[in-house]
């Protein structure tokens, strides 16, 4: 682990905004792609976090998306904007190996939808890209 520290580099994570459009099944951008919403800035990223997955969700329809962190299995509490006061990507939101961990990690919850992201190194950015979402809960 501690080679793993020494190549991590800080990154603003941010979020890509884009949402689907009617009878689309595919992702389209709200605006230009480098459109996105700042989450943290100047978080630690080892390059092995590349390519991993993130969870968020809404609690209720006129909710925001919260992410699921490292302490949500324990306090049953999630974050509009991740951990604050951590220094590295992996302390201020839950990261998981595949998809399938962090829908097995949403499962757990109750929720009004859920939606999965995985990092992509771009630049400065560690960028959350939408990875897929549920169908909202009534």
């Known amino acids: 682990m501690a080679n793993a520290r020494m190549t991590e580099t800080r990154y603003d994570l941010v979020i890509e905004e884009r949402a689907q459009s009617p009878g689309d099944s595919d992702f389209q951008w709200i605006n230009p792609p480098n459109h996105i919403r700042i989450v943290q800035r100047g978080l630690n990223v080892d390059p092995t976090d590349a ?62 939808v859920a ?18 979402q549920e169908d909202a809960h009534d």
Do not use: M
């Open 51 to 112: 390519g991993k997955f993130a969870a968020a969700v809404k609690l209720r329809a006129d909710d925001e998306w919260r992410f699921i962190t490292p302490k949500t299995a324990s306090d049953k509490i999630f974050w509009t904007n991740g951990l604050d006061g951590v220094d590295r990507l992996a302390e201020c939101i839950a990261l998981f190996d595949t998809d399938d961990e962090a829908a097995a990690a949403i499962s757990r919850h109750h929720r009004y």
């Open 115 to 132: 939606r999965r992201y995985q990092i992509v190194l771009d630049g400065s950015y560690a960028k959350l890209r939408i990875y897929d």
